[in-house]
């Protein structure tokens, strides 16, 4: 009922910039917090940032200062401008959505991950 489409990854250099996107569709009532999760070591997917349907954010301390999340509402996408790179922060990066959808007589809060989008930060 819900899919992610993440767009925006690639390779850059150490201090270089990139912007993930993450476009959400489907027959869903209304998308709720939108998160960017890198998938980090163990396959143990960590937080990167989160941001709320009204655009309250939360980050990472690794992040702090250099990744901005926002959303645009109207186009059900949500994006993460990664500035000052390093190469720590090469992974994976998945977006996550929370969305209430139908489900036959009552409404029901389900998680959707998108793909993932690479990212690699030479140094």
């Known amino acids: 009922q819900v899919q992610l489409v993440e767009s925006g990854g690639g390779k850059v250099q150490a201090g270089g910039s990139l912007r993930l996107s993450c476009v959400a569709s489907?027959?869903?009532?209304?998308?709720?917090?939108m998160g960017w999760y890198r998938q980090g070591p163990g396959n143990q997917r960590a937080l990167v940032a989160v941001i709320t349907s009204t655009g309250s954010t939360t980050y990472a301390d690794s992040v702090k200062g250099r990744f901005t999340i926002s959303r645009d509402n109207a186009k059900n996408t949500m994006y993460l401008q990664m500035n000052g790179l390093k190469p720590e922060d090469t992974d994976v990066y998945f977006c996550?959505?929370?969305?209430?959808?139908?489900?036959?007589?009552?409404?029901?809060?389900?998680?959707?991950w998108g793909q993932g989008t690479q990212v690699t930060v030479s140094s």
């Open positions: 996550n959505v929370v969305a209430t959808i139908r489900q036959f007589l009552h409404t029901s809060d389900r998680n959707y």
């Open positions: 489907g027959t869903f009532i209304n998308i709720n917090d």
